[in-house]
């Protein structure tokens, strides 16, 4: 059985160098994710504001030494705790959430616009053709910088299924290129999974967000 330092070298030499590599830590230890700093990772994702939390506060100096990524959902109530924590918040889906984050932060935001591409109820982001619209209407905003697209594909066994979802994503991401918009630079288009993320790479992703290949099933 490989080390979570083994399958993050594993990892990291299948994905080429200029995509970015994300460790989703959900449900891990703040131990596991000691782990895979020590072994090189340089970006850290949570889905929870208080695993976060609770792994900065751990970790320590260690924890100084790499980027904080919230790919989940934030809850409004939440934004005071995530903003000290994160350095890209890549799940923003509302103008409503883009204004609390801009109004609270008290440095630039780095921030990414999560598409919502297989139009699932149990997943959050908005809907592609809504994307423009919001870009506009969060454009010029003090401290958010929007520097990309994320999107969460629908899980299949056979990633190649999934291959339609990221092409409409990426052709998204260059529309979204095209527009002249204050703070809006599109040069991030975060997608793909521990199952999917070759073809997502294929697709035009330059970052992918894997966890389970790396630490292994999550407990329970």
Do not use: C
């Not at 440095?107 to 959050?124: D, Q, T, W």
């Not at 793909?192 to 099933?217: C, D, H, K, L, W």
Request: charged share 25%; hydrophobic share 45%; proline share 5%.
């Amino acid at each position: 059985m490989r080390s979570v330092a083994e399958n993050y070298e594993r990892i990291r030499a299948a994905v080429p160098q200029d995509v970015a590599l994300v460790v989703a830590a959900k449900g891990r230890t703040p131990h596991e994710v000691g782990e895979v700093i020590e072994a090189g990772a340089g970006i850290i994702g949570e889905n929870y504001v208080q695993e976060a939390e609770r792994a900065v506060a751990a970790l320590g100096e260690a924890a100084r030494r790499v980027e904080w990524h919230m790919i989940g959902h934030v809850q409004r109530n939440k934004v005071n705790k995530a903003l000290p924590l994160f350095d890209v918040i890549q799940t923003v889906d509302s103008a409503r959430l883009a204004r609390a984050l801009d109004g609270r932060a008290t440095r630039p935001l780095r921030a990414y616009v999560e598409v919502n591409v297989g139009a699932e109820e149990s997943k959050s982001g908005v809907a592609p053709g809504d994307v423009r619209g919001l870009l506009e209407e969060v454009a010029g905003l003090e401290n958010l910088r929007v520097e990309g697209l994320m999107a969460m594909e629908p899980y299949f066994d056979d990633p190649e299924r999934a291959r339609p979802y990221f092409r409409r994503v990426r052709e998204l991401f260059d529309a979204m290129r095209e527009l002249s918009l204050p703070n809006v630079e599109m040069k991030v288009l975060s997608m793909g999974m521990t199952n999917s993320y070759q073809v997502a790479i294929e697709e035009g992703a330059n970052m992918v967000r894997v966890g389970t290949a790396i630490f292994g099933p999550r407990p329970g």
